[in-house]
C-alpha cells in the first residue's frame, strides 16, 4: 500500500499522457501506412512512398496551403490586437471595462457552430462574398480572446516597479515599453501567437460556415473522409504537429534562458 500511495499519481499522470497522445501517436503512425484500398483504417504494411508524394492527392496542397496562409495572418493580427486588448484591460480604467471584460470571453464559451451561423448571417446582410477574407475575420474573431486571456494573467503579475525605475533613469514611455515591457510579456505573446495559429489550422466548424468555395485543410479532411481517407492526410498532420511542437519547445527553451540570464 505505501508503495501505491507513492506511485499512484506518477501512474495516473503516465495514463492520462497517454490518453492524450495515443491518437496522435495513431496518425503519425499510419502516415507510413501502405493502404489496399481508399481507406486508411486497418494496417497493411510500411512504405515511405506517401511522404516522398505528400501533395500527390488532387487539391491537397492548395488546402494546407491556405490553412497556412489564413494562421498566419490571423494570428499575427489576433496577437497584436489581443495584446493591446489586455495592456488596455489591467493598465487603465474605463466606462465598459467591465462588459468589455465580459464580452472578451463570449467567443471562447459560445459553442462553434452558434459563432459560424451568426457570422454567415451577419455576412449574408452585409452582403460581403464568401471565401477568404471572411475566414480570415472569422479566425481573428475567435482568435483575439485567446490571446487577451494569456497576455492578461501576464500582466497582471508583472511588476510595474521595473517601468518606474527605468522612466526613474530617463527612458520614455516607449523605450521603457520597448526594452522593459515587451521582453518580459514576449513569452506571453508568443504563447498566445502559437495557441491562435494551432486554433486556427484545426477549425472546421466556423470555416465551414463562411468559407465559401475555398477550401482549408479540415475541409478537405472532412470532405475527403466521405469517400476515402488518404494516407497523405496522416502525413500533413504529423508535419503541422511536429511543427507545432518545435514551436513550442522553442518557446520554452528561450523563457528557461531569459529567466536563467535574470538569476544571474
Known amino acids: ?26 496518425v503519425i503512425l499510419f502516415s507510413f501506412n501502405d493502404p489496399a ?11 515511405f512512398d506517401h ?12 488546402a494546407m496551403v491556405l490553412s497556412i496562409e489564413i494562421a498566419l495572418l490571423a494570428s499575427l493580427l489576433a496577437t497584436i490586437l489581443g495584446t493591446l486588448i489586455a495592456l488596455a484591460l489591467v493598465r487603465y480604467g474605463f466606462r465598459g471595462r467591465g462588459a468589455t471584460n465580459l464580452l472578451i470571453f463570449l467567443p471562447m464559451s459560445t459553442p462553434e457552430i452558434v459563432l459560424g451561423a451568426s457570422l ?42 521595473l517601468e518606474e525605475a527605468a522612466m526613474d533613469l530617463g527612458a520614455n514611455e516607449w523605450t521603457t515599453f520597448r526594452k522593459v515591457t515587451l521582453p518580459l510579456i514576449a513569452p506571453a505573446i508568443l504563447a498566445g501567437a502559437l495557441l491562435s495559429f494551432a486554433l486556427s489550422v484545426d477549425d472546421f466548424v466556423i ?15 472532412w470532405g475527403a473522409a466521405r469517400v476515402g481517407a488518404p494516407p497523405q492526410v ?15 519547445v522553442a518557446n520554452v527553451l528561450v523563457t528557461m534562458r531569459r529567466e536563467a540570464r535574470a538569476q544571474a
Open 51 to 62: 511522404w516522398r508524394n505528400w501533395d500527390g492527392v488532387p487539391g491537397l496542397r492548395d
Open 207 to 221: 470555416t465551414y460556415f463562411n468559407s465559401g468555395s475555398e477550401i482549408t485543410f479540415p475541409l478537405f479532411v
Open 234 to 248: 496522416n502525413v500533413m498532420g504529423t508535419l503541422i504537429f511536429l511543427f507545432a511542437l518545435t514551436l513550442m
Open 37 to 47: 484500398g481508399r481507406f486508411n483504417y486497418t494496417w497493411q504494411g510500411f512504405t
Open 120 to 161: 454567415l448571417a451577419l455576412f449574408i446582410n452585409l452582403k460581403v462574398f464568401l471565401g477568404f477574407s471572411t475566414i480570415l475575420i472569422a479566425h481573428i474573431m475567435f482568435c483575439i480572446s485567446y490571446v487577451v486571456v494569456t497576455v492578461k494573467a501576464r500582466l497582471i503579475g508583472f511588476d510595474r516597479s
Open 1 to 26: 500500500m505505501r508503495f501505491i500511495r507513492r506511485h499512484v499519481l506518477t501512474v495516473y499522470a503516465v495514463l492520462a499522457f497517454a490518453y492524450l497522445l495515443v491518437p496522435i501517436g495513431i
